[in-house]
């Protein structure tokens, strides 16, 4: 079956430090690959999306890649900020589903200090 | 702005109450999605409705009651709910049930089972 998996955190980090965080995933179709952001107290919001191998999405000064060969989709950005503080989900949805479920990772919980 | 409206922000009931919670989308997206949500936790899926119809039910209890009575609209009556039940409910919808378009949220709603 399809899945997503994300590193564990909580990730700390100071405020302008280089930010990855990983996930990887299984799915027997082709999957379209996102990434999700919920700040404290609100829903998720879509950061960014990538529909296709080779793919990449960016929003907000973050960036994802669609590496089919390593089944990948990390998340980066160059400097971030305290207001980037929340809690990052990986996703994918399966074109070529039936049911066309949003499967989620662990999330990962982003705290950066200033 | 998320595009995806839910009402109320936050409810708070008795084990023997009945309540509402609302969901309205103007994006022309035509499936629409209840998640339940725990801290730190992914979004858990609990009903999913295409063109108005219900299409998955993910064995939700039966206290817990969809309906959509519009494109736009989705509702979830709560009834004689559980302690355990107290989480974010969260609406999502996207273009078509299958496929690999985002799916989109609202804030959710807080819901506290006193």
């Known amino acids: 079956g399809n899945s997503v998996t994300q590193m564990e955190g909580p990730v700390t980090l100071s405020e302008e430090a280089f930010l990855t965080i990983n996930c990887t995933y299984t799915a027997t179709g082709y999957p379209s690959l996102f990434w999700y952001v919920q700040y404290p107290g609100e829903g998720l919001q879509l950061l960014l999306k990538a529909t296709k191998a080779d793919d990449k999405g960016s929003n907000k000064g973050f960036e994802a890649t669609y590496r089919k060969e390593t089944t990948s989709f990390h998340l980066e950005k160059g400097s971030v900020q305290v207001s980037d503080s929340a809690v990052y989900f990986c996703?994918?949805?399966?074109?070529?589903?039936?049911?066309?479920?949003?499967?989620f990772g662990q999330g990962t919980t982003l705290q950066v200090k200033p | 702005d998320t595009e995806v409206t839910q009402t109320p922000k936050h409810l708070v009931m008795g084990m023997t109450n009945k309540k509402s919670l609302k969901c309205e989308q103007h994006m022309g997206h035509r499936a629409m999605y209840w998640y339940k949500q725990k801290a730190k936790k992914p979004p858990e899926l609990m009903f999913v409705y295409s063109y108005e119809k219900l299409s998955i039910n993910e064995s939700v209890p039966s206290r817990f009651s969809p309906e959509c009575p519009n494109s736009s609209l989705l509702n979830l009556h709560l009834h004689a709910l559980q302690p355990e039940d107290s989480a974010l409910y969260l609406c999502?919808?996207?273009?078509?049930?299958?496929?690999?378009?985002?799916?989109?949220f609202g804030d959710g709603t807080r819901l506290s089972i006193l």
């Open positions: 999502a919808s996207s273009q078509e049930m299958q496929g690999g378009q985002p799916q989109h």
């Open positions: 996703a994918l949805r399966d074109g070529s589903s039936n049911t066309g479920k949003l499967i």
